[in-house]
């Protein structure tokens, strides 16, 4: 049997790929060398944002997580205790292109309301926000640093058309918290 970090690991990948897919854009999960990286999976859509878009072919570079601690809540954020520094300097470089980004899944902490099936459901509980760390201050920290997802980036079907928006548009995405 799987351990539990692992098994959280899989659900955020399955969640990522799931609302992904609804939403018409390609998922592919990273492979090990860009896993090492920092880099899980990458988004790719190819899309007409309007006639005051920049971009129209797009990717993004994702980092998953996924928590069973119930975050805290600051000035519209979730909070979440990342551990590996080297990773959270990585998200906080702007030299990369595809932008990276962090994507964390915030589960029940009892693992049986993690999923729920119906013959007419399937049901995965909590959601997922993602944050782009650019301009996050730097740390001193070595075993982590804690960071705020905003509530209102949600990694869901409309949350993923917004960031896609956002980017053809070339808004610089940086942390605000």
């Known amino acids: 049997m799987m351990a539990l970090p692992d098994i959280e690991a899989q659900l955020s990948d399955a969640y990522l790929h799931t609302v992904a897919s609804h939403e018409g854009i390609a998922c592919q999960e990273a492979r ?8 899980d999976a990458t988004l790719h859509l190819i899309k007409n944002f309007g006639p005051t878009a920049k971009l129209t072919e797009i990717s993004l570079h994702i980092q998953l997580k996924a928590t069973v601690t119930p975050p ?5 954020g979730l909070s979440y205790f990342l551990r590996e520094t080297d990773h959270y300097d990585r998200l906080r470089s702007d030299s990369s292109l595809p932008p990276r980004l962090l994507a964390v899944l915030f589960l029940p902490p009892n ?12 049901v995965l509980s909590r959601a997922a926000y993602w ?4 301009d996050a201050p730097s740390t001193e ?3 982590g640093q804690t960071i705020y997802l905003p509530e209102n980036q949600p990694l869901s079907p ?6 896609f928006r956002r980017v ?9 918290h």
């Not at 693992?111 to 399937?122: A, F, G, K």
């Not at 409309?158 to 960031?163: H, I």
């Not at 548009?169 to 942390?175: D, K, M, P, V």
């Open 32 to 39: 090990r060398s860009l896993d090492n990286a920092g880099v």
């Open 72 to 76: 805290s809540r600051k000035n519209g």
């Open 111 to 122: 693992r049986l309301e993690w999923l729920t099936h119906s013959p007419d459901q399937l």
């Open 131 to 134: 944050v782009s760390l650019v």
């Open 141 to 143: 920290n070595t075993s």
């Open 158 to 163: 409309a949350g993923l058309q917004d960031l």
């Open 168 to 176: 053809a548009h070339q808004e610089r995405l940086r942390y605000e």
